[in-house]
């Protein structure tokens, strides 16, 4: 059986990884516009990589600026089948102390609708399951991972996606501990709900920055702070990636998901009502339902 290509979403840096091999750029334009930057691919202990920066090189990109559909889109016609997003994130816990990894299973969405969150529209109509939005296999391999490398992890609990690009207030802050998260992010949705519409493995290494504004007994987070971190966090990140593909590579036995087969009773329309050019822009996606 031929190994599935792995697809990493997150900084630029993370594709500097020792051992990545036939690295080359590749440009893309898809039907939901341009993805965020060229595709890096390359291969790692004979896995297929593809890497993409999510706010672009040089960081160009707001969360809500994030064009996640072409980035999805992308990945999918490049062959991905699981995506390990990489994420930078604030701890809502006392126990997840800034520099700790969260491999979350749970999103709360607090996003304000400026966002496309799916490929579904233009003539079809589809319901996807997204009860459980992280796959249990990919992330259970990359919590066995992150602790390979080193790193101190929690695995599971609940990432709460707000807009951006301002941080919380206080009040809002301590409103969500209320609620019983773990981490607070801006860019995990919709990218996880479009990777599971696009029948693709995902889940989250989520590096923990900052406490947030809620915790009395540290400064209240700023960008300096949280970029401090991120760079201390960017060499852990790529030994849990490559620590991941290693066990890919060797075949080491996961959860099984039903994350490949997604799409199986989700359209909703009439075959034939379906316009030809939506068909043939969601072909990558549900071509072997509608062909």
Request: hydrophobic share 40%; aromatic share 6%.
């Amino acid at each position: 059986m031929s190994q599935p290509v792995v697809g990493v979403i997150g900084g630029s840096g993370l594709y500097e990884i020792e051992g990545l091999a036939d690295v080359k750029e590749v440009r893309l334009k898809t039907p939901f516009g341009d993805p965020s930057d060229a595709y890096i691919t390359g291969t790692l202990n004979g896995v297929q990589m593809v890497f993409l920066p999510r706010h672009g090189r040089g960081h160009r990109l707001l969360p809500s600026e994030v064009n996640y559909r072409a980035n999805i889109y992308g990945m999918k016609t490049l062959g991905v089948k699981q995506i390990i997003s990489v994420s930078a994130v604030g701890s809502m816990k006392e126990e997840i102390v800034p520099g700790h990894i969260v491999i979350p299973d749970q999103f709360f969405d607090r996003t304000q609708g400026k966002r496309a969150s799916t490929f579904f529209g233009d003539g079809v109509v589809g319901h996807v399951q997204f009860a459980d939005p992280i796959c249990p296999g990919l992330s259970q391999q990359v919590a066995a991972a992150a602790k390979t490398a080193g790193a101190t992890v929690h695995k599971g609990g609940t990432y709460i996606c707000i807009e951006g690009p301002n941080f919380s207030t206080r009040a809002e802050s301590n409103i969500y501990r209320s609620w019983g998260v773990d981490i607070i992010g801006m860019t995990n949705i919709p990218e996880a709900r479009l990777a599971r519409e696009a029948e693709i493995c995902y889940a989250t290494v989520a590096l923990a920055t900052d406490y947030d504004c809620w915790h009395e007994g540290h400064d209240d987070v700023s960008v300096e702070a949280v970029i401090a971190v991120i760079q201390q966090n960017v060499a852990m990140a790529r030994k849990i990636i490559k620590e991941t593909v290693d066990m890919i590579a060797a075949g080491q036995q996961t959860v099984a998901c039903s994350c490949p087969e997604a799409l199986k009773y989700a359209v909703m329309t009439d075959r034939s009502l379906i316009p030809a050019e939506t068909r043939a822009a969601l072909q990558p996606l549900l071509g072997k339902y509608l062909d």
